[in-house]
């Protein structure tokens, strides 16, 4: 079992920053590739970005190419996600999310989630 607590939502104007964290206990951190999914109201939960056990291979969604970056510290137990030149439609819930070694972008392969944090983006 592997328990997730994301922090470090907030609400942000356009243009802003914040650094998402997830922090885990439980079964050995690094042994998880850990995913960041967001959903918006009405929307389905969409993949957002992924990081290898190793910290070596990352996935990103096109829409935040160039503005987000995942990293993790397997010292810490912790995986961030840097949000850079924030835009309205970034916001949503964010959610983080584990699976065992390899990384995937499909939701339904991510076995243990956290209870996400709230990225407010205003206009």
């Known amino acids: 079992q592997v328990q997730l607590v994301e922090s470090g939502g907030g609400l942000v104007q356009a243009g802003g920053s914040l650094r998402l964290s997830c922090a885990a206990s439980?079964?050995?951190?690094?042994?998880?590739?850990m995913g960041w999914f967001r959903q918006a109201p009405g929307k389905e939960r969409e993949f957002v970005a992924t990081i290898s056990w190793s910290g070596g291979s990352t996935l990103y969604v096109d829409s935040v190419k160039g503005r987000f970056t995942v990293s993790r510290d397997n010292a810490k137990n912790t995986v961030y996600l840097q949000m850079n030149s924030l835009k309205p439609e970034d916001t949503a819930v964010y959610y983080c999310?584990?699976?065992?070694?390899?990384?995937?972008?499909?939701?339904?392969?991510?076995?243990?989630w956290g209870q996400g944090t709230q990225v407010t983006v205003s206009s």
């Open positions: 439980g079964r050995t951190f690094s042994n998880y590739a």
């Open positions: 999310a584990a699976r065992p070694y390899t990384i995937v972008t499909m939701k339904d392969e991510y076995v243990y």
